[in-house]
């Protein structure tokens, strides 16, 4: 899968830079019955960074580190709060991925959005879709991200390795997406955000 093919493939499915979509996705798609929050959501914004490799587009990701207060060494995308200096969510999610990793937002050439993303903690972000062009730095914030590492883009858009699991909370099921890849677990609302992008490149063809 490589960057012409999915540019060619995401120009007419993912939300143009400019529009704003009005559903949602959500902690809540696979929860029959448990509603989005109904507080004041925070917004927020992530950069889905496909790394334009030799062999094929890859996902970088990041692991967080185990002290966060949020989320806690899981596996993210690199991305935040929007802050009010940021013009735009697409701002924030390039300085988020420079401040968290290091990587040069004049290395990212941004193709558009996939849908909105509300978390149960009440979270409604902007996952902000861009082609990352080698070489570029890697210099991980140690206070919040443990690992950056990379997962081809092919196994994360085959939708026999998004597996649908399951755990307790607060006293009942919640499930949710899950893509275990070489010893990572990536789950909640970064697969949430896969499953998208899956669905967009699939559709598309």
């Known amino acids: 899968m490589d960057r012409n ?9 993912i939300t143009p830079i400019e529009s704003r979509p009005a559903d949602s996705r959500g902690d809540h798609d696979l929860n029959p019955g448990m509603a989005p929050p109904d507080q004041k959501l925070t917004q927020a914004a992530v950069l889905v960074p496909l790394v334009d490799r030799p062999d094929g587009l890859t996902v970088l990701l990041t692991q967080r580190t185990d002290h966060l207060r949020d989320h806690a060494g ?6 935040g709060r929007v802050e009010p200096e940021d013009p735009s969510h697409e701002a924030a999610a390039l300085r988020e991925a420079e401040e968290e990793v290091g990587l ?3 290395r990212v050439d941004l193709i558009g959005r996939l849908d909105l993303y509300v978390t149960r903690t009440g ?9 990352v062009n080698p070489p570029f730095p890697v210099k991980p914030d140690p206070f919040e991200v ?15 390795n998004h597996q649908k699991h399951s755990r307790y909370y607060k006293g009942a099921r919640r499930s949710f997406y899950a893509m ?3 010893g990572y677990y990536i789950w909640g609302a970064t697969a949430g ?7 967009a490149l699939e559709t598309a063809q």
């Open 193 to 199: 955000m896969l499953v998208n992008l899956s669905q």
């Open 123 to 131: 979270y409604e972000v902007v996952p902000v879709v861009g082609i």
């Open 5 to 13: 093919y999915v540019i060619e493939r995401l120009s007419t499915r």
């Open 74 to 79: 899981q596996v993210s995308f690199p991305g």
């Open 104 to 106: 040069p937002s004049d």
């Open 146 to 160: 443990a690992e950056v590492f990379e997962v081809p883009l092919r196994f994360l858009a085959d939708p026999g």
């Open 180 to 182: 275990p890849y070489n």
